[in-house]
Nanobody
Framework: QVQLVESGGGLVQAGGSLRLSCAAS????????MGWFRQAPGKEREFVAS????????YYAEFGKGRFTISRDNAKNTVSLQMNSLKPEDTAVYYC??????????????????WGQGTQVTVSS
C-alpha cells in the first residue's frame, strides 16, 4: 500500500527555520511529482510547493517564494521542504502529496493521488 509519512514539524519562533521531510513507500517514487500543502484551523487546504518527477522543475505559492525550498532525493524516496524566515501565519498542518498522471509541477489538490497524515508546524510571535 502507498504510504507517505511526514516528519520535522514542531514549534519555532518567528524568523526561525524548519525542514520537513516526507518518506514514501509502496510506489515507484520517481514516477510521481510531489507536492506540499498546508491547512490552518478553519481554513481551506492550500498549495505550498511542488517538484517534478526528476526534480528539475519547482513551483511555489507566492507566500513561499524566497523563503521555502522544495527538494527530492529519488534514491531515498524522500521529498523535503526547507522553510526559512517563518512567520506566525505559516502555522498549519503541512501535508505531503504524490501524483502520477499530470505533467510538470501540479499545484491543485484535485491533481494529487496520495496524501500523508500531516505534520504540525507552529510559529510563535
Amino acid at each position: 500500500q502507498v504510504q507517505l509519512v511526514e516528519s520535522g514539524g514542531g514549534l519555532v519562533q518567528a524568523g526561525g527555520s524548519l525542514r520537513l521531510s516526507c518518506a514514501a513507500s509502496g510506489l515507484t517514487f520517481s514516477s510521481y511529482a510531489m507536492g506540499w500543502f498546508r491547512q490552518a484551523p478553519g481554513k481551506e487546504r492550500e498549495f505550498v510547493a511542488s517538484i517534478s518527477r526528476s526534480g528539475g522543475r519547482t513551483y511555489y505559492a507566492e507566500f513561499g517564494k524566497g523563503r521555502f525550498t522544495i527538494s527530492r532525493d529519488n534514491a531515498k524516496n524522500t521529498v523535503s521542504l526547507q522553510m526559512n524566515s517563518l512567520k506566525p501565519e505559516d502555522t498549519a498542518v503541512y501535508y505531503c502529496a504524490a501524483e502520477e498522471r499530470w505533467l510538470g509541477v501540479p499545484t491543485s489538490i484535485e491533481q494529487y493521488d496520495y496524501w500523508g497524515q500531516g505534520t504540525q508546524v507552529t510559529v510563535s510571535s
